[in-house]
């Protein structure tokens, strides 16, 4: 089942892993499920063992907890049987007890769940078939089990073991030409001690014929004492060859000798190689490694690893060759690795360490004795000789024991073994090792006999025998041969029948040192002892059965020599563990026997043998002998049988006891306390036996001697001298083990009380070390029969209590007693489980323990800082306490609190630890189970602690506001736990969660709530604060919690309202509360729906005089709650951050309307700042921190700091904010918006702070900020942007989005085609509309997201009443980057145009038919501000007639052609002759001559009366078009090259046609309408022909005036650019002298007819009637003029004298008076108007009509309206329609 419900849990993470491509962590849980298949299919077929199964669950579990790691899934707690328990049926300290264990075991666990122990990976490479190698052959090779006698090592589990493969050897084949034999050993080098072989010799040898290993691995069994020692542990390796030749290795040398003799094969050094050290090689790994072989001669053989090692035999290295090992190290017990590594360790050799390991089991049976040849001394006979030497054992009996020698692990036991034969050396050193395994009963009498021969060179000869030496393995005291070097003497011998009879040579002297003077040439028998040749050996015994000790043997025979027992006995102290453990068994029994006597009395040696039994007792206390602990428990309980030691026994310790004050030297009383156990088990056994043959063992001696025993005990624990320390510390940790053996004779009541007056002894100040110990036997006490027992307990607990409370009210030695608590609590709680009493069996305990320890528990947990293990024990049994306390409990803790301040103080701290307990994270997140049980336990604590709240807290005069108030946040807060939200994990976890606890958020939730309804008129005191509480405890999504909690909300409404007449406080509260609460994740949109549905119903239901008000204060939280979730979802949605951005705008207007609400409005201020800067919105990012700047004053007013700014006066942080805004804006290029606050800040340094300094620097930028906005650098570029209407629709968008249109901001060069695949890529799930018409309901209430994007054109704000309007003095116009950088200065409407055709289509010419269908959009906030798009509030669509498109098209390519000619260094040539060619040579629309043929003709103007008043404005702007042109093609031929002077000519001769064509434009049809002028003169119908207008000027002269109203900045760029003279002020000098003829009253004749020039104006000022007759749309006559009219005059009329052009004053005249009825109306050559022409007062036309000041303003004269970008291309006449503000109303 538990397989199953992992899997369940897995499924959803593991398809995560998936999905996000996380291919490790996916593929190694796919292995775990695989492999939980596998066994639960092992569980399914119901054939394992117990044992078995066993081993496979907790497997299991161990595979599950993997997965979990792995998926960061919850830790599952599991007993060691890898049973999961439940957590509601054990107790928090048991279940944190298995969490720790767990999680420790989940940290040791590596991520990988594959066990290293598992794989042979390492181990398994074979040697590489090569032709360079050669492949060697052995026929000393062992079978598969090599070792038949030996006995494998027994079971350490803390050993460390290494594993050597041989995968490589590569010789070259010139080095040899024999078998070689390759033996392995490790060798330990050392600085301190000297350095040795540490291992046996093991063989591994190549077979020839397949290049494969027989046997390819040897496992070291027990080899290091730490890992630390792999710095200094190497391998070497040692090659012998092996035949029946003599080489001489010796490279000057190259003759050979050989011979053969009877003996067989020879074996002689070869090679060397080492490897190591091995410091990086972990546990589990698999390394390789290799080495160069060094060849070396015989004599150098024996000490070659050493020179290798120092770097001194490189001379010797043989080049191409190798040989290759791979290493790995186990741990652990020896039996378990050969069950879990089979497959490694099947054909491995075993090899043991030389000597016993560092741990020696009582199993362990050895009897090896290592025997090393090092060097023998030969007499010279002539020339050096070839000695062999050979090992043989020979028994007491004279035969030959067979078959006992091992050369090498690997190869078969031999009964003779021959030693490498070193080539001509007399003094040969050898050095090598061979073990002996003699069974014990030949040991006695065998001796060990060396054979020398002599191997000649000759070939087929026999070896030689020269003689021998022996030595006897056991002395005459039967004791082994001594540990050490021998020097054994040579006796010469030829004849191997000599030494079949060892009887005669055995009385010989054996070694050299047994040797006498007088002795020294020894002949016998014909064996002649030589002075000059010996032979030293070196012996060492590895036994579990000998001894070498001659006092051991001494004790053991003490009988035979009863006088030495006390010289015995004192030496017996001196030998080592590793004797004594030998022979165990019969050193007790001799002590025993020489304790007393057979009556029982003590003898003379009583305490002396006291001694010797404590130091070899303590001597078992040495990790290296632990496991003999049940050896000796074995023999006293079956072998042990001294009835009558006991009192002897019990009278020694009491002695020792009392001499601890008198004795200067306390360490054999320390080594008696310390072997305490095991001398009262001795003790209690004696007395059982007593028991058992004698009568009368029923009296109460024996309990008056441990009585006076512990009497003696307290005494010296009582003792404070330093002195002592020690000597407590040991009894402290042993004296507990006593308590179980006493109990076997004496009743548990009495030793309670023995060891309760012991404990009280203690109960006072003591050193650390010594309360240290005392805790830890309190420790061992609780677990021991005596804390069993009820009587024993209610004696000892208060003792316990009283001093574990000690330590927890002075915070010492917490981790100890947080450790008895656990032992206490977890036994009270399975008794309390296992008893069919119940909580009764243990009630009496439950009163001792609450109250004793739960108030120091409370406290010591509240002072431990962080989270920490032993602050989470602590906790644990905290809440094991308060699981058995029952009412019962509580109730008498509330008796013992007798005043009212004591159970408010304990309150208060309860209720501050219980919420730090759920506020602070003090289990890990994935110990879930745990945190659980901890909010079960909580919650039955809590509903307790509401009791005395009820009780002593509730009446008026009793009432403590902070008591309740701290319980209601407190039980809110436990509602809120994360475990606890079921509806937030799975739902098999959720049916567990139920199954196990309940839902305890209903719980807990009603008790709140009744406790509520008892408060009655009380509830006015928790007004506001429970307001935070109480949305907390209803934002838990469960709708009954909710609907029961929500009308609390009314009382509070109630209350308020009833005291202060309105709810002020409550609705601040719940604004502040909400958005915290929102921010956590807390509400949803149902929450908001019941919160409104419910609080509306309550009002209706009770229908409160202020029904209205709470329906206002409902609708906005309502509205706060909305904005907030939207913000909410668009935080937690991916979705990009402009969602983020508009719902914090949506939170910053509900904010704004709030006074009080000062503090959140800045938090969002900065929260949108901060989401723009990354953006790069500096410009949207400055007028967010502009709504901060905005709350404040220029005063001195100190200010608090807040999340961004320090505290400081309130205009320092304005102008903090002002420089940063002024910084955002400079980033952004928005220099027009710095400059007023650069403005504002030099006048606040100016005349408020007077810092003249900052005021100069503000200045500089402001003037940088001037030179920025007209600069025409690559730097300061910047361009318009592109705007975007986007709709969205569909019920799929969020709230603040459904059905709703708005204008984008465009970011810099981004166009539709980009703009469209950004909001695509914001909304990946929208359908993008392909057309713009508005959608109908359908698509709005559809599910679904659809998006409508279309360009629109901006159209600038009217600039309000306050602000200074941008105009130009007379004459001047506003330039174009002045006049576009003051229309982006607010922008919040916008037009879109969508051209169509209405009526019968001409192909010919579609100007006929194309209307403008125009929507305007309004929004809510001007562009640029605090978002880069804003909603859309208003619209309206106007349809615009063919003809009208055509006056805005004309009007706006005259305003982009002017604009071109009055900047022209703004703008390159290139772009004047495309704007020119795409006007004149219209060659795609056909031009204006489109225009004329559609509108002007007879048909269009009959059909069509309704536009009568548009046929003339389409005309006066072809007029002014044709002007603006002129004066473009004169610039235009200035400025260009010679190359593009052919296209200027052909641009002249279309221009002329241009302005032909406008003369045979027909005379409207329509008369104009008389309408009274301004001087209320009726005028009359005139007959006959105007008066003529004074003659025209040449047309230079014309030239010339139009030159001089350009702006100054053409006629200087003109100078500097052609270096005319004549253009410095715009006119020649002829024009000047025309114009000054013209100003002084010269004119043409009154008969004289002025030239009729259509579309050219004359160079000098018009007088008044002049500008009126222009301000008609239709032509005047020039011979139409009054004759009259003449320049000059003051003003009238008739003034001869008076200008035309006058620049002092303009009359108003009506424009009638120059009508004539008959003739109609005829062109007028009238020049350009004055820039001062739109103060006229003229009567109102129609709006959306082009008035005589837009047409000024065409000519480039007036103030230019903004550029409206063309909707074609520059090579087309028809450009986009200008937008309705930037048309002026026609006067």
Known sequence: MEILRALHDWRPHWKRLFVKRETSRFGRVKEIIDELTLMRHQLQVDVLTQEQLRELRIKIGAQIDLGNKILDLDLVPREESGKVPKASKVGPVHLWDLFDSASRRSKKQPLSHRSSTNSNSGMSAILPSSPSATTLTTESVASPHPHPHHHPPSSNPSGIHLILRFDDLLIPPGKQDEEIEIFFSLYHKSIVNQSA??????????????????????????????????????????????????????????????????????????????????????????????????LCEDKDFHHMHELILKNGALKSLCHGSKVGISLQLLRGDSNQLRKDHKRLLRSSIDANKIGFPNVIFPGDVRNDLYLTIEQGYFERSGKARNIEVSAVIVGRNGQVIEDKIHFAAGLAPATRVGFPVMFHSNSPIWMETLRLEIPIDKFEGAHIRLEYRHCSNKERSEKKLLGFSFVHLMEADRTTIKDGSHSLCIYKCEDQEQLTDSSIYLPLVARLSEVRLSDQVTVHRGFVRSTKESITIKTRLCSTKLTQNVHLMSLLNWKSNPEQIQDTLKRIMLIEGEEIVKFLQDILDALFEMFTTEDGDSTGHSGLVFQVLVYIISSLHDPKFKHFGPILDTYINEHFSAALVYKGLLTCLRHFTDHVSSKENQEPIQKCFQSVEYIMKFVIRSRLLFIRTSVGATDNSFRDSVKLLFDSFNKMLSHTNENFQGTQVMFLKNISAVFPHILRILPVIDVAEFVTLMFVTLNHDLPHPVSEAMLAAIHQTINSPVFQDIESRNLFLPTCCD?????????????????????????????????????????????TLSEKLLT?????????????????????????????????????????????????????????????????????????????????????????????LLIYFREEHQFDRQLWMNYFTLAVNYLSQSELQLEKVQEMKRQYILQQFGDMRMRMAFQILSLWSHLGDLKQFFVPGIVGPLLKMTSIPDVELRKSALPVF???????????????????????????????????????????????????????????????????????????LDYRNALQ?????????????????????????????????????????????????????????????????????????????????????????????????????????????????????????????????QASFFEKIISSSEQNLRLSPEYFRVGFYGNNFPPFLKNKEFVYRGLEFEKLPAFQQRISDEFPQAQILPTNTQPDETICNQDGQFIQICCVKPVPDEAPQDQHHVTSMEGLTVPSKIQKSQDRMSISKFVYDRPFHQGKRDKGNEFKTLWLERTSFQCNASFPGVLRWFEVVDSNLDLIPPIQHACE?????????????????????????LSLQGVIDAAVNGGIFKYQEAFFAPEFINEHPEHGEEIPRLKRLMIDQVSILDQALKQHERLISPEVRPLHDHLISRWRNMKDSLETLPESPMPMQRRSSSLNKTPTARKGPLPPLPNHPSEETYSSAIRKRSSVALRA???????????????????????????????????????????????????????????????????????????????????????????????????????????????????????????????????????????????????????IPPKSSSASLASPPLSSASVHEES
């Open 197 to 294: 072989f540490i291992s046996e010799r093991a063989f591994l040898s190549p077979v020839a014929q397949t290049g494969d290993f027989v046997q390819s691995s040897v496992l070291f069994w027990d080899i290091l004492d730490s890992m630390e020692l792999c710095k200094s542990l190497y391998v070497v390796v040692q090659m012998y060859k092996n035949g029946n030749r003599l080489i001489i290795h010796n490279e000057n040398a190259r003759r050979t000798s050989s011979g053969v003799g009877l003996g067989g094969a020879l074996r002689r050094p070869f090679g060397v190689a080492v490897l190591g050290p091995f410091a990086n090689i972990a546990p589990g790994s698999s390394p390789e490694f290799d080495a160069k072989i060094f």
């Open 803 to 847: 001093i574990v409370k000690k330590y927890l009210v002075h915070k010492q030695q917490l981790q100890q007693c947080s450790d008895i608590l656990a032992d206490m609590l977890t036994f009270f709680h399975l008794r309390q489980e296992l008893s069919d009493e119940g909580h009764s069996v243990i009630f009496k305990d439950v009163v």
């Open 856 to 948: 120091p528990l409370i406290n010591i947990i509240l002072n431990i800082d962080g989270a920490s293990s032993l602050k989470g024990r602590l906790v644990a049994c905290l809440l094991s306490l308060l699981q058995l306390m029952e009412e019962d409990h509580f109730k008498n803790l509330w008796d013992l609190m007798y005043h009212k301040s004591i159970l408010k103080t304990f309150l208060l701290e309860s209720f501050l630890l219980l919420q730090a307990l759920i506020s602070q994270p003090i289990f890990p997140r994935s110990w879930n189970a745990m945190k659980l049980l901890t909010s079960h336990v909580l919650m039955n604590a809590l509903q307790e602690l509401a009791k005395p």
């Open 1050 to 1124: 009314y009382d509070l409404l109630d209350y308020e309202h009833r005291l202060k007449g309105h709810f002020k406080q409550i609705e601040c509260e719940l604004v502040d509360k909400l958005d915290i609460l929102v921010q956590e994740n807390k509400a949803d949109e149902n929450y908001k729906q019941l919160f409104d549905t419910m609080l509306r119903d309550v009002l209706e239901e009770r229908d409160p005089a202020w029904k209205g008000n709470g329906k206002s204060f409902i609708e906005s939280v309502t509205s706060l709650l909305e904005r907030l």
């Open 1133 to 1261: 949605s991916d979705d990009s951050r402009e969602k983020e951005m508009s719902c914090i705008v949506n939170l910053l207007q509900f904010y704004k309307a709030e006074p009080n609400r000062v503090e959140l409005f800045l938090r969002y201020i900065y929260k949108l700042h901060d989401l723009h800067l990354p953006a790069e919105n500096f410009v949207e990012a400055a007028f967010t921190l502009k709504l901060h700047a905005d709350l404040l004053e220029w005063t001195n007013r100190s200010l608090h700091a807040d999340l961004r700014y320090p505290s400081q006066k309130e205009w320092e942080r304005k102008e903090q904010l002002y420089l940063n805004i002024i910084d955002l804006l400079e980033k952004g290029k928005h220099w027009e918006h710095a400059v007023p606050l650069c403005k504002e800040l030099s006048m606040v340094y100016e005349s408020k702070v007077f810092n003249y300094r900052k005021l100069a620097e503000i200045l500089k930028r």
């Open 1449 to 1473: 098209t004309i009007q706006a390519k005259n305003l982009e052609i002017q604009h071109m000619i009055n900047d022209p260094l703004d703008q390159p040539i290139q772009k004047l002759s």
């Open 1613 to 1763: 760029s003109l100078s500097s650019l052609y270096g005319h003279s004549n253009f410095i002020d715009g006119t020649s000098r002829s024009s000047q002298s025309n114009i000054s003829q013209t100003s002084n009253g010269s004119s043409s004749s009154a008969n004289e007819s002025p030239r009729k020039v259509v579309g050219e104006s004359i160079y000098s000022r018009p007088n008044d009637q002049a500008v009126r007759a222009m301000s008609n749309p239709m032509s005047i006559s020039m011979n139409s003029l009054p004759n009259n009219a003449s320049p000059g005059g003051n003003g009238s009329n008739s003034s001869p004298s008076r200008s035309i052009f006058d620049r002092n004053d303009y009359q108003q005249i009506d424009v009638d008076d120059f009508l004539d009825e008959d003739e109609g109306i005829r062109l007028l050559d009238a020049p350009p108007l004055p820039p001062r022409i739109s103060t006229l007062n003229l009567p109102e036309r129609p709006r959306n009509r082009t008035s005589l000041a837009s047409a000024a303003t065409s000519s480039g004269i007036g103030k230019s309206p903004p550029p």
